[in-house]
């Protein structure tokens, strides 16, 4: 029965690999290596690297799940687990379906009744959040940005009143432009981090507003970034009459908003129509 978990059914793992040092891996995942009767990788030539770094051999038959290939290879493995068969997958690195490959396959399990569980392990989100120097009390995971910047731009408008820290994962040759889009839509003194290659070698952490962040970043950055960024601050009421709107906006504009969003959140704090200050202004 779909939604209940058949003892007659084999186990999906889901196993979190170290983000930068092996040594970082989890003490159960060359035991889950050895053991599984399958193990499906992101790559499998990173999979020997670290089964060498760990001096474990896969027990199992190995096979690749990675973006290209996982909806086509879901079903397959599915039925390895139907038939009593242990199932391990491991990404490149931190834990699989976060942002990376496994939820298809998380998906498809559940579906069917078959026991999934974890090896807990290194996560970059959580290990940026932690030395950020941001709140971590409450926080979102918004992942990579769209690479357009059109779509880069209304994805960043929507999150402009988010008031809990953001952490987002980006490119090395993008990192530039999103700090500087996330300057233009959220003002240029908005505090976040970069962190780059947690964990490894060369870890660096800047901290400092975003306008300061994407002049920084403007040089190059190398190697793998999570980006970790302030919540937007309590929006405090306006009053509605015409003349506080007007100066609410002007505010909001001063400190590096958009006239777009100053416009936007003006309304949602006074709680009048976004088209009644839209008019004001231009009318202004």
Not at 74 to 81: D, H, V
Request: a negative charge; hydrophobic letters at 45%; charged letters at 25%.
């Amino acid at each position: 029965m779909a939604g209940s978990e058949d003892d007659a059914r084999g186990v999906l793992v889901l196993a979190a690999t170290p983000i930068g040092r092996a040594d970082d891996a989890p003490p159960r995942l060359a035991a889950e290596l050895a053991g599984a009767d399958v193990v499906a990788a992101e790559d499998t030539r990173r999979l020997r690297r670290l089964t060498t770094d760990l001096g474990v051999t896969v027990g199992g038959r190995v096979v690749s799940y990675f973006e290209g290939n996982e909806r086509q290879r879901t079903p397959t493995l599915l039925e390895a687990l139907l038939a009593g068969e242990r199932v391990l997958l491991v990404t490149d690195a931190g834990m699989p379906s976060v942002s990376d490959p496994g939820y298809r396959l998380v998906a498809a399990a559940v579906e069917a009744g078959v026991r999934v569980t974890a090896v807990p392990g290194p996560s970059a989100v959580l290990t940026a959040l932690a030395v950020s120097g941001l709140p971590v009390d409450r926080f979102c995971f918004e992942g990579f940005l769209p690479r357009k910047a059109g779509e880069r731009s209304r994805r960043l408008a929507e999150l402009a009143a988010e008031p809990r820290t953001l952490v987002f994962f980006e490119a090395p040759h993008r990192t530039a432009a999103a700090l500087t889009a996330m300057a233009q839509a959220w003002g240029d003194d908005r505090r976040a981090a970069v962190c780059r290659e947690l964990t490894k070698t060369h870890e660096e952490v800047r901290r400092g507003g975003l306008a300061e962040l994407a002049a920084w970043a403007e040089d190059g950055v190398r190697g793998e970034v999570t980006l970790v960024v302030e919540g937007a601050p309590a929006v405090a009421a306006v009053a509605s009459d015409d003349a506080a709107l007007l100066a609410a906006v002007a505010e909001r504009e001063d400190g590096g908003m958009s006239r777009k969003d100053a416009i936007a959140e003006t309304a949602r704090a006074a709680g009048v129509p976004k088209r009644h200050v839209y008019q004001l202004v231009h009318a202004s």
